[in-house]
């Protein structure tokens, strides 16, 4: 029988020596406990990152797919049996559960107890919001999408004057009140009041202010499409952005609804000072960009004064990003 002649004449402090040499750390351990660490601070410290060139755009626009390269790293370090350099990554791992898990299992935004109808979903009123897409060959389809959904309330970005041509004869024969600014629309089953356009820093109106006269009560609402961001220039969006965010903070309404396309996902910093107002309406991550395979999340449904029962995204034909659609019912407002 063959022999380890390496250890088998060792003697007892020889072969302790070998084995603390085979327990040491790696370079395998090393370059996963690097990785591991970078994860952690980008999950915790993101906003620190600089916005030059678009870094911070990219990184927090796609911030919970750091789960996925955490996972696949913890998996490679156990293949290649880098034990030392799996506990960093496993902890890394945690580190994103800690973050993200809230928002993948049901919080207090929603209803635990509401009363709901025989196919399961809960009362309240709906509303939906697609970017159409400028040049979609076919906006009747979309929109039908939409209408199909059951939606009480429809709000459309990216609406060009053919647009708004084609799909009109689908929408005003379920939607009896329409007001539209720029490129912005919102089609309501309930009357609509005191609608006037929005600048927010570009030369054509893409947002609205109108009241939504509901069964619930006057909302107030606000249909936005927020300036793009390109790498390197968030500039307009973040101005846009934080013109809009003031608008919603001199507004005193209990009941309101802020909807669209941000063109900014809920872990953008720009965002942070939204989100302490008002609450977002989602299942899940619930990405709607790209359509063809969801990455993130700009397109939104905030709220206050509301209970979110339900949110969905769906998907429709000849756009570039899904639709979201939230239910809703009366619930409390926040506390200033």
Not at 32 to 61: K, N, Y
Not at 236 to 256: C, F, H, Q, W
Request: hydrophobic letters at 45%; one cysteine or more.
């Amino acid at each position: 029988m063959d022999k380890d002649t390496g250890t088998t004449y060792a003697t007892a402090t020889q072969r302790g020596l070998l084995e603390a040499r085979r327990r040491r750390p790696r370079a395998r351990d090393w370059v996963a406990g690097a990785f591991a660490g970078a994860f952690t601070a980008l999950l915790f410290g993101h906003r620190l990152v600089p916005e030059d060139h678009g870094m911070a755009l990219v990184i927090e626009s796609f911030l919970p797919w750091i789960g996925v390269i955490t996972a696949a790293l913890l998996m490679v370090a156990l293949l290649s049996k880098a034990w030392f350099g799996a506990i960093p990554a496993a902890a890394a791992l945690i580190a994103w559960c800690i973050v993200f898990l809230p928002v993948l299992v049901p919080g207090d935004a929603t209803a635990s107890g509401a009363d709901t109808t025989e196919e399961g979903t809960a009362g309240g009123w709906t509303v939906a919001t697609q970017n159409l897409r400028a040049g979609n060959p076919d906006p009747g389809a979309a929109v039908e999408k939409l209408v199909e959904s059951g939606a009480d309330v429809v709000v459309l970005q990216e609406l060009t004057g053919p647009a708004l041509e084609r799909i009109s004869p689908v929408l005003d024969g379920t939607y009896g009140h329409r007001l539209t600014a720029g490129t912005v629309g919102v089609w309501s089953r309930y009357p609509l009041s005191q609608g006037e356009p929005l600048a927010l820093g570009l030369g054509w109106p893409r947002a609205l202010s109108v009241q939504v006269d509901s069964p619930d009560g006057p909302v107030q609402l606000y249909a936005v499409h927020l300036p793009s961001v390109r790498p390197g220039d968030v500039s307009s969006r973040n101005n846009g952005l934080a013109k809009l965010t003031r608008i919603v903070e001199e507004d005193p309404s209990p009941r309101m609804l802020v909807v669209g396309d941000f063109n900014t996902a809920t872990t953008d910093r720009a965002l942070a000072p939204m989100l302490a107002m008002l609450d977002d309406a989602r299942s899940g991550f619930g990405f709607t960009w790209p359509a063809g395979l969801p990455a993130t999340r700009p397109d939104h449904i905030l709220f206050r004064g509301f209970t979110m029962t339900g949110a969905s995204v769906i998907s429709s034909p000849g756009t570039d990003h899904l639709a979201t659609m939230a239910r809703l019912q009366p619930g409390p407002t926040r506390p200033s």
